[in-house]
């Protein structure tokens, strides 16, 4: 087949003047490949920027991929625009560019704004269309009641690949749809207030686990066409569930179909090394300081959040962004103007991308995986910081997870690594995570990192998700956590659902479920999350017998908490607690309960005592259950 290329454009002058300012945040309405009707005639109009290409042509199915037959224009403003529309060219075309560079070489890529690419490891890129009839209105109009601040939020981290698998065929991932019919129903009875998927843009090495992105606008083939994760989003926002997608805008790999070298030039990233190269996973930095590329990335982010109605942007390896330095020898990084290692270019990038981001879509949340100091992650731009809504809280992560990892005989000498976690908590907007990097490699699953036999890995495991559930601050937990997955997180294979069969597992499903419930319905464990009047220390000094006693508070005294761990597997009996004022407290949950797998120690009725104690006027005995935490709620 053979036609021409017919000179059309979707560019407007305004268009490519605020492509070329790096100001332009919807690129993908303009660049790509969008099939349309033209003076009576269908097709498909082609655009790319390739600022250094000496030529730049469409092959593919349609042209029986001819180098020669279907050349594009490029526009006369020096913008490195080429651009054409080609009659005839279907829904579901594969094609890609062929671009000859200044030095006279031939290059095969794909479209940096295909919706869709082929299933892996094909690597044309495809005709494509995001149109899709949304039924998820009465979300879009209510979400900011789910996604705001002082909201519960509960995210269920999940890699859609090994989630779950067929049975019957161990090997074959399951689509988008199919993924939803199972996912849905589960996370909604597990109580999870959000999902977040791990990197779904089309990559082309699996094993990445989606974080070496080839096909930044296109969710990944392997499980169906966008319309299908369309369909899993709308779902689960019918279920009021919303949904976080992880994005990776720190680096990208070096796939000759893929953006790197992309005209022939170090065109998306560093010409140097010392800026372009990422030594820890052999990719490449985006130039930030390019107004292009920043306008592509922040096109990018709120193309997910536009047309697939996502509810926040996870924002992976901040801190690779942030420091020149970052996982570099002294000789193998370049200072910033003033002499520094801060990034300049990436902090001003960072900065534009949340402020774009809440501007369109101030119901969202931007969430920084930033694992240093950095002052301000969470400090709005306009006050000095970077604009993001939350950050995970990496330090609470190591601490909580060394200090769980000790036989209990050990935790009096440790007491600080789970009280030190507050003397900064209030520094940001802090998500704490237990999450997919502390699974892998060698790392052992939660449950195993647990000490002792069954029963106390179990109860263990209860009384740190009861501590972080009732710790400042909202959550994360990567699938599997939320039954004891007993193996290491395998990406390809599916989660050990037959464990849920046993009552160890079964316990701990309904203790995380339980969990979920008190987070949502109390106001004090979220009101006042990310402030220092949400909490207090009643007792935080009793190593010797590794218990400590907080209060969390929210807007109404009458809602306050009381919660009390006891971190070794000694029953504590008549341990007195300073309680607020007097009256008849009940148990909302105790993670010794034999329901979840517990002895059912600690059950009896609590009743405050005028007896001064922890610096309260009143105070009650207890009997503190072995590897436990209690919640406890004055009566009305």
């Not at 492509?19 to 490949?33: D, P, Q, S, T, V």
């Not at 779902?235 to 179909?257: E, M, R, T």
């Not at 607690?577 to 059950?603: H, M, R, T």
Request: glycine share 8%; hydrophobic share 40%; net charge negative.
């Amino acid at each position: 087949m053979h036609s021409t290329v017919e000179v059309f454009s979707l560019f407007t002058e305004f268009d490519v003047n605020l492509f070329k300012a790096g100001k332009h945040i919807k690129l993908y309405e303009k660049f790509g490949a969008h099939y349309l009707e033209k003076e009576g005639k269908s097709g498909t109009y082609f655009s790319v920027w390739a600022p250094t290409a000496a030529s730049v042509g469409v092959i593919g199915d349609f042209n029986g991929w001819n180098p020669y037959s279907h050349p594009l224009y490029v526009r006369w403003d020096a913008s490195g625009i080429w651009e054409g529309f080609i009659p005839d060219v279907p829904l579901g075309t594969n094609y890609k560019y062929i671009i000859k560079t200044a030095a006279g070489e031939n290059l095969e890529k794909g479209d940096p704004f295909a919706l869709v690419w082929e299933t892996p490891p094909q690597t044309a890129s495809k005709v494509a269309t995001t149109w899709y009839e949304w039924k998820d209105e009465n979300w879009m109009a209510k979400r900011h009641l789910h996604n705001g601040l002082d909201k519960p939020i509960s995210v269920y981290e999940l890699h859609l690949g090994s989630w779950m698998r067929d049975p019957a065929h161990p090997d074959r991932l399951l689509s988008y749809g199919q993924v939803a019919d199972q996912l849905v129903p589960y996370v909604k009875e597990a109580g999870f207030t959000h999902v977040e998927l791990m990197p779904i843009m089309e990559h082309p090495y699996y094993p990445s686990w989606g974080y070496q992105v080839t096909g930044y606008f296109a969710a990944s083939a392997r499980y169906g066409p966008p319309q299908e994760l369309m369909y899993l989003i709308e779902q689960l926002h019918l279920n009021d569930i919303g949904v976080i997608l992880d994005w990776v805008p720190s680096h990208f790999p070096g796939d000759a179909h893929g953006l790197y070298c992309f005209d022939g030039s170090h065109l998306y990233e560093h010409a140097d090394p010392r800026k372009g190269y990422h030594p820890d996973w052999s990719s490449y930095i985006f130039n930030y300081g390019r107004n292009e590329v920043r306008a592509f990335l922040i096109s990018n982010a709120l193309f997910w959040l536009d047309r697939y109605h996502a509810d926040g942007i996870r924002v992976d390896a901040v801190a690779s962004m942030l420091y020149l330095d970052y996982s570099r020898k002294q000789d193998e990084w370049i200072p910033n103007e003033y002499g520094g290692r801060e990034n300049l270019e990436a902090v001003s990038f960072l900065r534009e991308l949340n402020e774009a981001a809440y501007a369109a879509f101030p119901d969202i949340q931007m969430i920084a995986e930033e694992s240093t100091a950095w002052p301000g992650v969470t400090t709005p731009t306009f006050a000095g910081g970077l604009g993001f809504g939350m950050k995970w809280m990496m330090g609470w992560m190591h601490d909580t997870l060394n200090y769980f990892k000790q036989d209990p005989v050990h935790r009096k000498y440790n007491h600080q690594q789970i009280t030190f976690s507050t003397v900064y908590a209030f520094h940001e907007n802090f998500m704490l995570p237990l999450s997919h990097d502390e699974v892998v490699y060698g790392k052992q699953s939660l449950i195993y990192k647990m000490p002792g036999d069954e029963w106390q890995r179990f109860a263990n495991l209860r009384a740190l998700y009861l501590y972080m559930f009732t710790h400042p601050g909202t959550k994360l937990l990567f699938m599997g956590g939320e039954f004891g997955q007993t193996a290491e997180w395998d990406y390809n294979r599916s989660l050990d659902w037959h464990l849920l069969q046993y009552p160890p597992h079964k316990g701990l499903f309904l203790f995380v479920k339980d969990l979920n419930s008190l987070y949502r319905t109390q106001p004090a464990l979220y009101e006042k999350s990310f402030s220092a009047e949400g909490f207090e220390w009643v007792e935080l000094g009793d190593h010797e017998r590794s218990v400590v006693v907080y209060y969390r508070k929210g807007h109404l005294q009458a809602d306050d908490l009381i919660v009390v761990l006891n971190l070794t597997p000694v029953v504590r009996e008549f341990y007195r607690i300073g309680l607020p004022a007097k009256g008849s407290y009940e148990i909302l949950l105790n993670s010794d309960d034999q329901v979840y797998f517990g002895s059912g120690v600690g059950c009896e009725p609590v009743v405050a005592e005028p007896h001064p104690w922890m610096h309260k006027a009143y105070s009650a005995q207890l009997t503190l259950p072995p590897l436990s935490g209690l919640v406890l709620k004055r009566k009305k």
